[in-house]
């Protein structure tokens, strides 16, 4: 199965600081999604970008499939960034989601 | 986008009962999904429910455990039997469809707390 790993596993910011996230994964992926976990526990779609780039805001995300990693930018931070951000993935010819660990971001006033 | 209701969205329950946990959709969907997530860790695949057949259970979780039924396109359910404190986590349902370009969508999650 494809193994999903992102970095870091932790991250402190100053409010208004800009911040970078990075997803790798194994073997040929379709799919690649972020998500953002607030703290109720609420999983929000953040972008569904299997190669390219895609802007959102403040937010945009880079995939770069044959490299197989994926970065996702978190410009101007607000304490309500805060949370959990998971990159996951599906292996080509499958169906099931696989997630990564998730980064830890805590942005502080 | 998929509007998917997940009922409860939180319970605390005693030790060796059981709670179903509800995932309904508003239109049909080829893939519904459940997974859990324990306290501080990431989400884990429990199984796929399978329309009009049993569930595929991924490796280390079993039906008689998290027995899961989905009559039809857009319901699924998921039962956590005889509980103890190590079941206390969120559960989430997915859905999606198959096919190479499809995107993941997820209920709000079941807060389970296990005393």
């Known amino acids: 199965g494809i193994q999903v790993e992102q970095s870091p596993p932790d991250l402190i910011l100053q409010e208004g600081a800009n911040s970078t996230l990075r997803c790798n994964f194994s073997d040929s992926v379709n799919n690649l999604q972020w998500f953002h976990q607030n703290p109720w526990g609420q999983l929000i779609n953040l972008f569904y970008i299997p190669s390219g780039t895609k802007q959102n805001g403040r937010l945009s995300a880079t995939t770069v499939a044959t490299e197989r990693y994926s970065l996702l930018y978190i410009s101007s931070s607000q304490t309500t960034d805060s949370g959990v951000y998971f990159c996951?993935?599906?292996?080509?010819?499958?169906?099931?989601?696989?997630f990564g660990a998730g980064t830890r971001l805590f942005v502080k006033a | 986008s998929a509007v998917i209701s997940q009922k409860p969205s939180r319970d605390i329950c005693q030790r060796g009962t059981s709670l179903t946990i509800q995932c309904q959709v508003d239109s049909q969907v080829t893939m519904m999904f459940w997974y859990r997530q324990q306290p501080g860790q990431s989400l884990t695949l429990i199984a796929t429910a399978n329309q009009g057949s049993e569930a595929t259970y991924e490796s280390g979780f079993v039906i008689d455990k998290f027995p899961i039924s989905r009559p039809n396109l857009t319901f699924s359910t998921l039962t956590v039997s005889n509980m103890s404190p190590e079941d206390s986590s969120i559960y989430l349902c997915?859905?999606?469809?198959?096919?190479?370009?499809?995107?993941?969508?997820f209920g709000q999650g079941t807060r389970l707390t296990v005393v």
């Open positions: 997915s859905v999606g469809e198959t096919g190479p370009n499809t995107e993941a969508f």
């Open positions: 996951a993935g599906v292996n080509t010819g499958g169906f099931k989601t696989i």
